[in-house]
């Protein structure tokens, strides 16, 4: 069975993420099913999620006043509805899903109400919310759903929201949206660090508002083409190309017989490469202590590389 691929638009309001995700999705045909979070409806034959719309209503409304923790205990279950009874099965029939936001906007709103990554983190993991149902998990082997591409837009230009819907977030200003965009690629890094999400899916791009939405469209496919086919080794092999370069030994600047060392340390989701031009005692002492690699790992962080693959 060949699980469809889960591509993730996120990012500010007003960037431009729903226009995109939906002519991505239109290029894609009958392949791509979108939809959107944290309720769920799609104009291509998705069934619509009451209770999610329900949700996402009351949650959002100033109407009512529900503590921070409460309100993402119930956008955490409108998220998991979708999760499982949207997203997933159509990607077991095989389907591309494309999402307009995921849990990670979840995040994001969150952390400006004043809940931390960590905090918000921690509720995920308590809750299993975001946990796939156990029928998926045994034929996937993987309890959490990791995307194939998170999407992040910018924009070359502010636009506020022009009609109000009673949204909470509908009355901020441009210095709200810059602290938005600043802390949608924070939590970013954070997802990568904690184990929800590779740092290769990570895609940035720039909606520019002096082009037609098929040029953007045009320009986002270029760069999702291009990122399918950049290769972490090629990558890799360049830099150890770069560090062979080098004639003196990074530890103590002998030009004795100057040979790179490399070794991986990390786990599935990525890890620290280390590339280091050592001289042949150096190379010894490499090889047989771990102090000194740590010390150097200390002192010569420029000349290691991080890589996730
Ligand atoms: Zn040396």
């Not at 660090?193 to 508002?209: S, V, W, Y």
């Not at 990525?270 to 031009?277: A, D, K, T």
């Not at 001289?279 to 047989?288: A, G, L, Q, S, V």
């Amino acid at each position: 069975m060949k699980f469809g691929k889960y591509i993730i638009f996120e990012g500010a309001d007003g960037v431009g993420k729903s226009v995109l995700s939906q002519k991505l999705v239109s290029r894609l045909g009958e392949k791509a099913t979108w939809t959107c979070e944290p309720y769920t409806h799609s104009p291509h034959s998705t069934p619509q999620l009451p209770i999610c719309t329900a949700l996402r209503d009351f949650c959002l409304s100033s109407k009512y006043d529900l503590t921070l923790a409460g309100r993402e205990l119930m956008l955490l279950t409108s998220r998991s509805v979708s999760l499982n009874h949207i997203v997933v099965p159509n990607l077991l029939r095989g389907q591309t899903i494309i999402s307009d936001r995921s849990f990670i906007s979840g995040m994001v709103y969150a952390y400006m109400e004043g809940m931390s990554f960590t905090s918000w983190l921690n509720i995920v993991e308590e809750t299993k919310l975001l946990h796939l149902e156990s029928y998926v998990k045994d034929i996937e082997h993987r309890s959490i759903l990791q995307p194939d591409l998170v999407v992040l837009v910018h924009s070359t230009q502010y636009l506020p929201k022009s009609l109000s819907s009673g949204d909470r977030y509908d009355s901020k200003d441009e210095r709200f949206f810059r602290q938005l965009e600043m802390t949608y690629s924070e939590s970013l890094r954070c997802l990568v660090n904690r184990g929800f999400l590779k740092q290769d899916a990570i895609l940035e791009f720039t909606n520019d508002m002096s082009l037609s939405i098929d040029e953007n469209v045009d320009k986002l496919c270029t760069l999702i083409e291009n990122k399918k086919h950049s290769d972490p080794w090629n990558d890799l092999k360049q830099k150890i190309a770069e560090a062979e370069k080098k004639t003196n030994c990074i530890a103590c600047d002998s030009n004795d017989d100057v040979k790179v060392s490399h070794q991986y340390s990390g786990g599935d989701l990525g890890g620290q490469y280390l590339i280091v031009p050592l001289c042949k005692m150096c190379r010894i002492k490499w090889f047989c202590s771990s102090e000194f690699r740590n010390e150097l790992v200390e002192r010569y962080p420029k000349d290691l590389e991080d890589i996730s693959f």
